[in-house]
């Protein structure tokens, strides 16, 4: 290995000072040497971008004037970008020492890993994860695997569906072939978007439990507010109708409405269902053009429809029902 620049780290941020020093401090302390590290500020308010010139001379900023979402942004970066691989990070996490040469490590073992997924426990309590790379269910929707759940029994290092774009690296020629964030999402889901995508040509993503990274988990989008919301409910039916294969789509649809039909009652009670329909109905008004994107992408796959079914989860849904019976969060 060269001293060429190997790794390329792409931080997004917004209004995000108060997370950044930690951050930035930790990645300053990678035993990994051979990468650079963009921010890309999407029209902070908060002097973000004249401290961090000031604090970390080492970091590239590029600050924009308004906020134009996670995926321009990050696709912003990657276009600047130096490295073989693109690692992103929130600016709300702390990694450890070795989290750049583990993730580093594992893409070299195979040129068909196009991404690898960190271990993302809570910044409060590294003992409970937030993510161990994601999972897509069947009734087509994504989510966080382990989430919640004890961080030491997820210590296998193992292929999964996908990565939580809070802490992931991906293969630079992979992006090349596929493309790197759809914009369209502007911000949440558009990770399992990618991860779709990537699966269908062909790729593999593999979880490596001692890639760790320390999150907040939501501090910039906030969790349960009224754009997190939107945002999700929108996005589901993007990363679904998107990439999905039609006869797998025949075969999950049922599934489908009644994940859609638990999130509305959820709504109602909650009071949000003018989001929930303003989201469903901007994802019907740009349906044609998601079907446009839809067609290059199953043109692509190079995967087997079985091999494609078996990645899936079939629990997710059953959770969701037993949750709803609860009357808990959904």
Same mark, same amino acid.
């Given at each position: 290995?060269?001293?060429?620049?190997?790794?390329?780290?792409?931080?997004?941020n917004w209004n995000g000072r108060c997370h950044l020093e930690e951050c930035l401090?930790?990645?300053?302390?990678? /035993?990994? +040497?051979?990468?650079? /590290?963009?921010?890309?500020?999407? $029209?902070?308010?908060?002097? !973000?971008?004249?401290?961090?010139?000031?604090?970390?001379?080492?970091? +590239?900023?590029? #600050?924009?004037?308004?906020?134009?979402?996670?995926?321009?942004?990050?696709?912003?970066?990657? *276009?600047?970008?130096?490295?073989?691989?693109?690692?992103?990070?929130?600016? =709300?996490?702390?990694?450890? @020492? &070795?989290?750049?040469f583990c993730l580093y490590s594992q893409m070299r073992k195979d040129e068909r890993?196009?991404?690898?997924?960190?271990?993302?426990?809570?910044?409060?309590?590294?003992?409970?994860?937030?993510?161990?790379? =994601? $999972?897509?269910?069947?009734?087509?929707? #994504?989510?966080?695997?382990?989430?919640?759940?004890?961080? =030491?029994?997820?210590?296998?290092?193992?292929?999964?569906?996908? *990565?939580?774009?809070?802490?992931?690296?991906?293969?630079?020629?992979?992006?090349?072939?596929? $493309?790197?964030?759809?914009?369209?999402?502007?911000?949440? &889901?558009?990770?399992?978007?990618?991860?779709?995508?990537?699966?269908?040509?062909?790729?593999?993503?593999?979880?490596? @439990?001692?890639?760790?990274?320390?999150?907040?988990?939501?501090?910039?989008?906030?969790? #349960? !507010?009224?754009?997190?919301?939107?945002?999700?409910?929108?996005n589901v039916e993007y990363v679904y109708f998107k990439n999905m294969p039609f006869?797998?789509?025949?075969?999950?649809?049922?599934?489908?409405?009644?994940?859609?039909?638990?999130?509305?009652?959820?709504?109602?009670?909650? #009071?949000?269902?003018?989001?929930?329909?303003?989201?469903?109905?901007?994802?019907?008004?740009?349906?044609?053009?998601?079907?446009?994107?839809?067609?290059?992408?199953?043109?692509?796959? %190079?995967? !087997?429809?079985?091999?494609?079914?078996? !990645?899936?989860?079939?629990?997710?849904?059953?959770?969701?029902? %037993?949750?709803?019976? &609860?009357? +808990?969060?959904?």
């Open positions: 290995m060269g001293p060429e620049i190997q790794v390329s780290v792409i931080i997004v401090h930790s990645l300053g302390r990678q /035993t990994f +040497k051979y990468f650079e /590290t963009i921010l890309i500020d999407n $029209g902070s308010k908060d002097d !973000s971008v004249l401290w961090i010139r000031k604090a970390f001379p080492w970091v +590239k900023v590029v #600050g924009l004037h308004e906020n134009t979402g996670f995926c321009y942004a990050n696709n912003l970066g990657y *276009a600047i970008s130096k490295g073989r691989f693109v690692a992103l990070l929130n600016n =709300d996490t702390r990694v450890e @020492p &070795g989290w750049l890993i196009g991404i690898c997924a960190s271990r993302i426990v809570r910044y409060d309590d590294e003992n409970i994860l937030d993510a161990a790379g =994601d $999972g897509y269910d069947l009734s087509g929707v #994504g989510f966080r695997r382990g989430y919640g759940k004890w961080a =030491d029994h997820y210590k296998q290092n193992r292929e999964v569906f996908g *990565a939580c774009a809070a802490a992931a690296m991906y293969r630079k020629s992979m992006l090349e072939k596929i $493309g790197f964030f759809d914009e369209d999402f502007f911000a949440v &889901g558009e990770d399992i978007d990618l991860s779709f995508r990537a699966k269908m040509a062909g790729y593999r993503c593999v979880y490596v @439990p001692d890639a760790i990274v320390h999150h907040k988990v939501s501090a910039t989008i906030g969790v #349960g !507010s009224d754009f997190q919301i939107y945002q999700s409910r929108r006869v797998l789509i025949l075969l999950s649809f049922p599934m489908h409405l009644l994940y859609n039909l638990l999130t509305f009652a959820h709504a109602l009670r909650q #009071g949000r269902v003018p989001v929930f329909l303003k989201a469903k109905g901007d994802f019907l008004i740009n349906f044609m053009k998601v079907c446009k994107k839809r067609k290059a992408i199953q043109v692509r796959r %190079k995967i !087997s429809l079985n091999e494609l079914l078996s !990645s899936f989860s079939n629990e997710y849904l059953f959770k969701r029902c %037993k949750s709803a019976l &609860g009357k +808990k969060c959904l």
